[in-house]
């Protein structure tokens, strides 16, 4: 019987164990395998292989620590419409590698519709925004123009994907 890293990776089937499990890791991700185990209603060393197979069929992608941009001084989010001048491939290419280099833009979709992209920008304030957006955003040859939308406040905010 093939391992189980290899069931989930190959068919990518997860059951109501792997689900609590993710559940309670988007929520905690220190937990220890025996308080997971606990919390999920299986053992530790079962837990432990769990994690293993959903990490190699890439369901965890990564571990890391939440932080308050506030508290960084980073807590203002702008919403950046992108219009393109050119759909190529390599403008296309050209401008995700600019974005990727980019830490003040935290999140990047292409969408459909009117705008090509979409980005949250991080920034102290509307000055250092302003500085991005004139400076490096606008200066971009991929970029044609751009819309900017400033959120008043944060009503949500979750990376916790529903299982």
Request: no cysteine.
């Given at each position: 019987m093939a391992s189980y890293a290899a069931y989930v990776k190959q068919d990518r089937q997860i059951d109501a164990i792997d689900r609590k499990i993710i559940a309670a890791l988007q929520q905690d991700a220190t937990l220890s395998h025996a308080d997971l185990a606990e919390?999920?209603?299986a053992s530790s060393a079962s837990c432990w292989r769990r994690i293993k197979a959903l990490e190699s069929a890439g369901i965890f992608a990564g571990t890391v620590r939440l932080v308050d941009p506030?508290?960084?001084g980073r807590g203002v989010n702008v919403l950046c419409n992108i219009r393109m001048r050119s759909h190529a491939q390599e403008a296309r290419k050209a401008f995700e590698q600019f974005v990727d280099g980019r830490p003040e833009i935290v999140e990047c979709f292409s969408m459909s519709g009117e705008w090509d992209y979409?980005?949250?920008?991080v920034v102290a304030d509307v000055a250092d925004y302003n500085r991005f957006l004139m400076m490096t955003l606008l200066g971009h040859p991929s970029v044609s123009g751009a819309a900017s939308h400033f959120?008043?406040?944060?009503?949500?905010f979750t990376t916790a994907l529903p299982v």
């Open positions: 919390r999920v209603g506030e508290k960084l979409l980005l949250r920008v959120a008043l406040s944060m009503t949500k």
